[in-house]
């Protein structure tokens, strides 16, 4: 009876999330997204049949899909989603929360008719393939593993509107910076070394990790210098040793690290070049306007807060994996972004709004047991928790319900405790 009732109770939690998210839209809209939200997790795929098999409605499957489709079509839908998201988001962001952006893509090798196609470097891979690119923003605090997904966008370069990846990350920073201000600190490895994004930040008043790549000039001493000389010639002077995991192996790293004030040429904003030496040949170059000192705390903080950026490649693979992102069969632009805000959702619920919640404790904890994972629970729980998600939604099937004319079930006295 346990059973019944946790997927009785996330089946509340999924309508509840959904009608926050979905403030703005129509009421078939909304009524989408609930069933959507409830079907791309219960059946842990955004093909559109996958989730109208959950939906136990009094039509056909074929059916259902045409309606799923006709909505997954609306024009602006993402927007809202992922504005919505962002607004629910706001309260987690401190002023040291790390944003951090990366690129992804989703590859469509076989796929010809999809709108706007682009050609894409495929990152499992490493080779060039057709498809789209996505514009990541997961939020992630230094102390703990937990992660915040914030904003999914999928484009194209062939699309009408496509201006520029520099113009699609600028995009997101002001998004989410309309809800959360000027807290958070921006955080990009080498492809935000662009004097089109470095400078914008300076004239937004982000502050900013970037990862450099050799042959940038930046001002010392009044005068340009390269980065890699500059680093070259670094004072040093802070140890630390690290172990690394790499799979089912750890290696030891002997770290030297220090810093240098600079500038970046034609502005006046202080910047600080962090230099860390022993990951290999060259040395590890990180270009921030947060103020550095010569406290060894300080700058091995700085240090981790770049370690940190590293765990959104986790994130990535899990709602690629999870969700079956990339086996998407839609055909228009549109569908194809509105799916990645949804995907983006999902992941939120997961790893947020089921994860965290101090009431949803037990219910978490139920979750993970049903994944039945042979190894236990990974250091990245959030596969179990959609694994789980889905196992409990199979053996417990049932509508959404919680808004738009479905009504719940029937309580009993048990149910009302929870």
Known sequence: MQGSKIAFRLRGKIADFSGE?????????????????YGIQARQSVVLTEVARCLEEPISIKKSEERLSRQLARDGLAGILQDNLVEQAAGRIKEDTLLIIDPSDITKKY?????????????????????????????????????????????????????????????????????????GIWVMDRGGDRTHLIEPLLEREKRFLIRLVGDRHLIFARSPALVSRLAQDCPCRYEKTIIKKDGNQE??????????????????????????????????????????????????????????????????????????????????????????????????????????????????????KSAKRVFGIPEFRYYAIADGLKAIFTKYPGKPYGMFGTKAPPQSPQLALF
């Open 111 to 183: 796929a010809r008719k999809m709108q706007y196609l682009a050609t894409v470097r495929d990152g499992s891979e490493g080779q060039l393939a057709e498809g789209y690119w996505v514009c990541n923003v997961i939020g992630a605090e230094l102390d703990h593993n937990g992660i915040i997904p914030l904003y999914q966008h999928l484009y194209s370069a062939e699309a009408p509107d496509f201006v520029s990846e520099n113009d699609e990350i600028l995009r997101s920073v002001d998004m989410i910076s309309k809800h959360i201000g000027p807290l």
């Open 251 to 368: 290696k030891v790293y002997h770290l030297n690290f220090g810093f240098r004030k600079v500038l970046f040429p034609g502005r006046k904003e202080q910047l600080y070049l962090l230099v860390v030496r022993g990951f290999g040949k060259d040395p590890l170059m990180l270009l921030t306007n947060v103020k550095l000192t010569r406290s060894y705390r300080l700058l091995w903080k700085m240090v981790c807060r770049y370690f940190r950026r590293w765990a959104i490649e986790d994130t990535i693979r899990f709602w690629k994996q999870s969700y079956d992102v990339e086996n998407i069969r839609v055909l228009g632009y549109t569908s194809l972004q509105n799916a990645m805000a949804l995907v983006s959702a999902v992941s939120y619920f997961a790893a947020i709004v089921l994860d965290i919640g101090s009431k949803l404790q037990l219910t978490a904890a139920y979750v993970l």
């Open 21 to 37: 998210l979905s403030k703005g839209l129509p009421k078939k809209a909304r009524k989408f997204v609930s069933e959507m939200l």
